[in-house]
């Protein structure tokens, strides 16, 4: 019987994907980038709906979530495995909704309109079985998958709309959608990039080596310069680890200097970030927000004694506050930051928010 | 300025040909007391110095803006002049008289110091990098001096190709002949100790000038029919030209050498030569003392005051002036913490951890990155200053102004502490114009065995920047703390314009 050699299978892809999470967490630098992470988030999530018992959207909910609560707390910070999962509960949301055939509601809001003429929160208990539910989902989850395929080049597509010839750009750390996007601009356009590099991890070395193999003038700087040179900058892009629930940003840690010089010099500041970076958190959660890690990156232990005497710290993210911010590139096109709850509620469902 | 070179170099012809004609002289010497007062930079002289010896009038160039080529370029009109000598001198004749007239019409402009000066300063050399002409006339100066031209290293980010970028690895001494007659040996090795950082911070490299300049001084002798007050001053310039070739000068490095100059030239003549010596090595201990030891001591008095129990303190790199308030409060017994910024590729904060965890202090220690992070612990910023500028700006080890804008995002106080020394006239808005690059090579770091940018040189389009400097705009600072009180960072100029008076 396939049932559980397919059940055992299962639980060690499941397990094989969390200790890979736990490892390639650490603070040198993510080991894969986050496009890679929510691709094999849902690529797993299609195994469990494809291979788990369930008979009913609700099981199948109850499982995703269960799945979804241990891999979240393996690593908390890498928070697109958490969207991509409610991603997915949307998805089989609206499956169900579809095969029963009611219509679909749109609105997920809650309204005092609909407090009156429900009379109540609606009851759904999913319980209902569909056949077809399980086609369904996994085609649906396929069709999410081909638009993770295709972020980075739909956000790069629209580089020409934004970066005009002869501009100067600033940009900090390493991010594989910026350097797509600057990299399809300079195909037809010349113009000039300052890369901070981002102490202690000094990703910035290698953007600038990337960026300057295809041929665009590249200037490394150090992070103590980034408001000395600002005042020559004409627009500053920059790549995120998270877009929260309020428009702001958990970025690389500089990047909240980089965006008040910006602001100072009126200067515009672009976030480049995929749909699948968007997550319901909001800044305000004290001890899931900031990520240290090991202090030898910034005082190594080669100084000998007074590093018992001195405390060290090594943040890993910065918050930015929605107003530093212009302009949201993402793979459906440009947000200003305001905008941000409106997506949110397309993509999520409000009872998901907490797994 | 064009015609101001042009009627000078005329000026000069006539000078070597007419010396004996005394209205000439007269015409000249107050033509020549009108341009010293213009340039003051380059002032080696006072006014009262006779033009009488025609040696000196070349070595006295002050009103000359380029003392080379017009020492030569009479020297070749000399000779297709005297054939023309008839029209030549009938039109000088008439230029005199009426450089004379308006002299006696406008005598007002050249009056006492008090009133307000067109001070037109000489662009310096090290800014002008872009300027063959300039790069030129340098080369020629310092082969004249017999001091080696240092040239630039690596790629140059096209914002900056008007500034020099050196390399570390390749110092001036290098290219030296050994022994050097030319530059006293204390002179020889300051300037490696400047090149090489091993000297660094504003006040340690004005105090090592000044220690090495008092050598200098108890070795020199007068050669005989000179003067000391001339002939120290000229015997200073090759040395001058040679540490700036190693590293351009500091503001505090440029106001110590005009005082020591000035001292040198109030010399009177009828001084013995032990007398002088003793006199100036005086005068230069004094100074020290005044403006540097003793500055410190009453900067130190007043933060005190604004320093309270409980307090968490930020400061950034190492100021030699920060780290001696903070020791000094620590001895009163006020119950603080010290939050070090450090930065790379210079990583001076090390340094200023060590000094003050040795003294007891308890330290947090983070990278600039991290500062929006640790902001909201804080409750005071001090920061340290290179140079005040006349316009209120704050010129500073670069990443200051960085600090400064985050301080004031988070509403934190941002107090500079820089003694009157320092204060410079130069205005400036950026930190383009007049900056220093270091050795882009620094930038380059090894993390897990793979060093990104070691071959940097070969990839045309990458290039390296490493600034030194920055300019923080005084809206950013709430304070200046200074050794005539604290004052605001716009009351430079008034403390630059008492203290001229003074002079």
């Known amino acids: ?355 | 300025i064009k015609e101001e070179k042009q009627r000078l170099r005329k000026e000069k012809k006539q000078q070597k040909k007419n010396k004996e004609k005394k209205d000439e002289k007269a015409s000249h010497e107050s033509e020549k007391k009108k341009n010293k007062e213009e340039k003051p930079v380059s002032a080696a002289a006072p006014a009262s110095q006779p033009p009488t010896q025609p040696s000196t009038q070349k070595a006295v160039p002050a009103p000359a803006p380029v003392p080379v080529p017009v020492s030569e370029t009479p020297a070749l009109a000399d000779k297709p002049a005297k054939t023309k000598a008839d029209l030549k001198a009938e039109r000088r004749a008439r230029q005199e008289a009426e450089r004379a007239s308006k002299q006696a019409a406008t005598s007002k402009p050249k009056a006492p110091p008090n009133e307000l000066q067109p001070v037109v300063k000489r662009l310096p050399e090290h800014v002008q990098v872009d300027n063959p002409g300039v790069l030129k006339k340098l080369a020629k100066k310092l082969e004249r001096q017999q001091i080696p031209l240092r040239l630039d290293y690596g790629y140059k980010v096209s914002l900056f190709s008007h500034l020099h970028q050196y390399s570390r690895k390749a110092p001036l001494t290098q290219q030296l002949s050994i022994p050097s007659t030319v530059i006293h040996p204390a002179i020889v090795r300051l300037g490696l100790q400047y090149s090489q950082g091993i000297v660094a911070g504003s006040n340690a490299r004005s105090v090592a000038l000044l220690h090495a300049f008092k050598q200098v001084i108890r070795d020199y002798t007068t050669p005989p029919n000179e003067e000391l007050s001339r002939d120290l001053v000229n015997k200073l310039k090759p040395y001058i030209s040679f540490l700036s070739q190693c590293r351009p000068l500091s503001a505090s490095m440029g106001n110590a050498i005009k005082y020591i100059k000035k001292e040198i030239s109030n010399i009177p003549s009828q001084c013995k030569e032990e007398e002088a010596k003793r006199k100036l090595l005086s005068c230069i201990d004094c100074y020290i003392d005044e403006k540097i030891i003793l500055a410190a001591k009453a900067i130190a008095k007043s933060s005190i005051e604004k320093i309270s129990n409980g307090d968490v303190i930020l400061v950034y790199g190492c100021s030699s002036l920060v780290n001696h308030i903070l020791c000094e409060a620590f001895e009163k017994n006020i119950k603080f913490r010290v939050i070090v910024v450090d930065s790379r590729p210079r990583l001076e904060g090390r340094e200023a951890l060590r000094r003050l965890v040795q003294r007891g202090i308890s330290c947090t220690y983070v990278l600039i990155s991290a500062v929006s992070y640790i902001l909201p612990e804080v409750s005071k910023v001090f920061l340290g200053a290179h140079a005040l500028l006349a316009n209120g700006y704050v010129m500073s080890r670069v990443g200051t102004s960085q600090i400064a804008l985050v301080a004031k995002a988070f509403n934190v106080p941002v107090l500079v502490c820089c003694e009157t020394y320092k204060f410079c006239e130069r205005v400036q808005t950026d930190s383009f114009v007049s900056n220093e690059l270091d050795d882009p090579d620094d930038l380059i770091v090894t993390r897990k065995g793979k060093t990104q940018l070691e071959h940097w040189q070969d990839v045309p389009s990458l290039g390296l920047l490493n600034l030194v400097y920055d300019v923080t705009p005084p809206d950013f600072v709430d304070l200046v703390i200074t050794d005539l009180g604290m004052i605001p960072c716009t009351s430079v100029p008034v403390v630059l314009r008492v203290k001229n008076v003074d002079q």
């Open chain 1, 1 to 355: 019987m396939p049932g559980p050699d397919k059940e055992t299978d299962l639980t060690e892809r499941i397990e094989a994907f969390l200790s890979d999470l736990k490892r390639g967490g650490s603070g040198t630098g993510p080991l894969r980038g986050s496009a890679e992470t929510a691709r094999e988030t849902t690529a797993l999530l299609r195994r469990i709906t494809a291979q788990a018992r369930w008979s009913s959207a609700g099981d199948l909910m109850e499982i995703i979530r269960k799945e979804g609560r241990r891999i979240t707390a393996a690593q908390p910070s890498e928070t697109t495995v958490g969207n991509m999962i409610r991603r997915v509960l949307k998805i089989v949301r609206e499956e169900y909704a579809r095969s029963r055939g009611s219509s679909e509601e749109t609105d997920q809001q809650e309204s005092l309109h609909k407090l009156l003429t429900s009379g109540g929160l609606s009851e759904e208990n999913f319980r209902q079985h569909f056949a077809t539910l399980k086609a369904n989902v996994i085609e649906a989850i396929n069709e999410l998958l081909t638009e993770l395929e295709g972020t980075t080049d739909n956000i790069a597509m629209q580089a020409l709309e934004h970066i005009h010839s002869n501009e100067v750009i600033m940009t900090i750390g390493r991010s594989r959608t910026v350097e797509a996007f600057l990299k399809d601009a300079a195909r037809k356009r010349k113009f000039h990039v300052i890369v901070a590099e981002c102490a202690p991890f000094c990703q910035g070395h290698e953007m600038a080596t990337s960026l300057s193999k295809a041929g665009i003038e590249t200037t490394v700087i150090a992070d103590a310069a980034i408001f000395a040179v600002m005042s020559r900058v004409n627009k500053v892009i920059i790549g995120t680890q998270t877009v929260l629930a309020n428009g702001g940003l958990r970025a690389v840690n500089g990047t909240h200097t980089l965006a008040l010089a910006a602001k100072h010099h009126s200067t515009p500041l672009i976030v480049c970030a995929p749909m699948f970076k968007l997550s319901p958190q909001f800044p305000n959660e004290e001890d899931t927000f900031h990520k240290f890690v090991s202090p030898h990156e910034v005082l190594p232990f080669t100084e000998g004694e007074i590093l018992s005497k001195v405390n060290v710290h090594c943040p890993v993210f910065d918050y930015v506050p929605p107003e530093l911010i212009t302009l949201f590139i993402s793979n459906i096109g440009g947000h200003a930051p305001s905008y941000i709850y409106r997506l949110m509620s397309e993509l999520y469902h409000p009872e998901d928010h907490e797994l």
